[in-house]
Structure formats: structure tokens, C-alpha cells
């Protein structure tokens, strides 16, 4: 029966309603582009057809060339900075020992803790889904300064922290871009970052991403024959959108590259750049890692498949 009623729009919109708190950041952008939306209406990019979606700075701009103009670039090291300057090529930085051992440790403490205390639980099989919101050092570690900065760098703009998610093993997802989970309007204004718990190994179910994959056009429901009607949703299933990418990634012969970092390292990545897990190998490894989402702050946050807009809370 749940899964019947999780097919149309209406039992989202229900849900929404008593949600008002958590949802009506959308509410000034939906008058900034001209949509007849309450609080709780479900959202698509379908809603969008026909506005234009500009582009972050450094979608329409080379980082190489523009981003040393830029003060608040100007104030973080030079090795960071260096890092920094092909995201507009490539769409995804990797900055090497960016939490120490000692930050490392304590975060895998803190997230062996709330498992024991059955504050947080595997949720999708083996995600930890917002371990930040029982935890202030997992929290701030997703929220602190530096970090902030360089997001707010990349992507032109500020950003708040949305989501966490912790590994104990690898994803062993397939490949995907987060914009279909995680859908802004204007599109692109997502960003997200990858922290090494531990060193990762080739036989972990290590994460891969594909570079350059950011500058494709996003696949969206209308992409994958997934719109549905006025009051229902699509009935294409996740696994219909996985083998698009797929589709995609042929078509354009895009080069895998595989996370391998040591413990403390981080990747961050476009909201657009296709990546996934490898297949587990060695039954037995590990892959400890902690994701964080972030959201620009001008952007209309909702979830293309299901059509609901996001959930926030602070």
C-alpha cells in the first residue's frame, strides 16, 4: 500500500504540509521566477521550462585566468590555491592532507559512538544518513572556516551545509550526478566534498568520477522518459536513470579516474560530475569516508525524482 501511495504527488504534498518550517526557503526564490507554488507543492525541473538558468562564475568563467582576481582566493595558501584552479576544467579538486590524523581519528570515534548508542543507523544499506545532526565535531567538520571559504570561492557565492553521510564500506553505487538526488534551480548550485576516514584501497569499493563530466547538460526526468502526470509521478525506476548515465558516459567516452587518498585527504566535486563506488573486491575491507552536501544560498532546493521540495533544517 505505502509504495501505491508513494506513486503520486498528493501523499508528498501531505507530508509537506506540516513541514513548513523545513521548507518555505523556497518560497522568495519561487516568486523570484515567477512560479504559483506553495510551500509544500511538488517541484520539478519541468517547472522551469522556459527560464533561463544562469550559470555559477566559474561554469561561465575559466578558473584559471579569473579566480587569482579574486580576494577571497587571495587569502587562503598557496597550495590550496593551486588546487583550486582547474575546477572549471576538470569539476572536482582533491586537496591532500586537509585533516590531520589526530581530526581523523576522533571523527571515526565520534561515528563508532552514535552507532553503539543507536543515535544513528545504516540507513540504503550502508549509509549513516545526517550524523551531523547528533554530533557538533561532525558538524563543525562539515561547517568550519576553511572549508567554507574554499567552497564559497568555488562556487562564486556562499553555501550552507545540508547533509552528511558516513561509510563504514564502500557504496558500491553506480554512477550517478548528485543533481538528480539533490536538484537546485538554477541548476549547478549544489557542491559537495569526500573526506578519506582512513587509506583507501584499490579492492575497497574505492570511489570514481569521471572529469570533465560536469560540463554535460543534466539529466533530468524529461532525460530518461520519467515526468509523469499532473498528479503522479514517473514510473521509471532508479535503475532506468543509472543505465542513461551509463548511456552517457559511452556516448562521450569519458575517461574513469579512482579515488585512491590517503587518510585526511578530500575530494570536492561538481554538482553535475558523474562519479559513483567501484565494486567491492575484498569482501572483508573497509572504506571509511564522510560526505558532505552543501547548497548555494539563492538557489530553489528540490529533489527531481520524487518531486519534493528539500527538507531544511538548521
Not at 571559504?149 to 557565492?157: A, H, R
Not at 538526488?181 to 548550485?189: D, I, S, W
Not at 569516508?289 to 532546493?301: E, G, K, L, T
Amino acid at each position: 500500500m505505502l509504495q501505491f501511495l508513494r506513486k503520486y504527488k498528493l501523499t508528498y504534498q501531505v507530508f509537506n504540509f506540516f513541514k513548513k518550517n523545513q521548507l518555505k526557503h523556497n518560497l522568495p526564490l519561487y516568486k523570484k521566477y515567477g512560479l504559483a507554488k506553495k510551500y509544500f507543492s511538488a517541484i520539478s525541473s519541468e517547472d522551469f521550462k522556459g527560464i533561463e538558468s544562469p550559470l555559477n562564475k566559474y561554469d561561465r568563467k575559466d578558473s584559471r585566468t579569473e579566480m587569482p582576481k579574486d580576494i577571497l582566493f587571495q587569502s587562503l595558501e598557496e597550495k590550496t590555491q593551486k588546487s583550486l584552479l582547474n575546477w572549471s576544467e576538470d569539476g572536482y579538486v582533491i586537496l591532500e592532507n586537509f585533516f590531520t590524523e589526530k581530526e581523523v581519528e576522533a571523527f571515526n570515534q565520534e561515528v563508532e559512538s552514535l552507532l553503539d548508542s543507536g543515535e544513528v543507523k545504516f540507513r540504503y544499506r550502508n549509509k549513516i544518513m545526517f550524523a551531523m545532526h547528533k554530533s557538533s565535531l561532525l558538524k563543525q567538520a562539515g561547517s568550519n572556516d576553511k572549508i567554507l571559504k574554499i567552497l564559497e570561492v568555488l562556487m562564486g557565492k556562499k553555501v550552507d551545509l545540508f547533509q552528511s553521510i558516513n561509510f563504514l564500506t564502500g557504496s558500491q553505487q553506480r554512477t550517478h550526478s548528485d543533481s538528480i538526488h539533490m536538484t537546485t534551480f538554477p541548476y549547478g548550485n549544489l557542491i559537495a566534498i569526500w573526506v578519506a576516514l582512513e587509506d583507501i584501497q584499490p579492492d575497497s569499493g574505492a570511489l570514481h568520477y569521471y572529469p570533465r563530466s560536469h560540463k554535460l547538460p543534466y539529466v533530468m526526468n524529461r532525460e530518461y522518459d520519467n515526468i509523469g502526470s499532473r498528479h503522479k509521478l514517473g514510473d521509471k525506476t532508479y535503475s532506468d536513470y543509472e543505465n542513461k548515465i551509463e548511456e552517457v558516459i559511452q556516448k562521450n567516452q569519458f575517461k574513469k579516474e579512482t579515488f585512491l587518498p590517503k587518510k585526511g585527504d578530500v575530494l570536492i566535486w561538481h554538482a553535475n560530475l558523474l562519479h559513483g563506488g567501484n565494486k567491492l573486491s575484498n569482501k572483508g575491507s573497509t572504506r571509511k569516508s564522510m560526505v558532505f552536501h552543501y547548497y548555494a544560498q539563492d538557489a530553489i532546493c528540490f529533489h527531481e525524482i520524487s518531486q519534493r521540495p528539500t527538507l531544511k533544517r538548521d
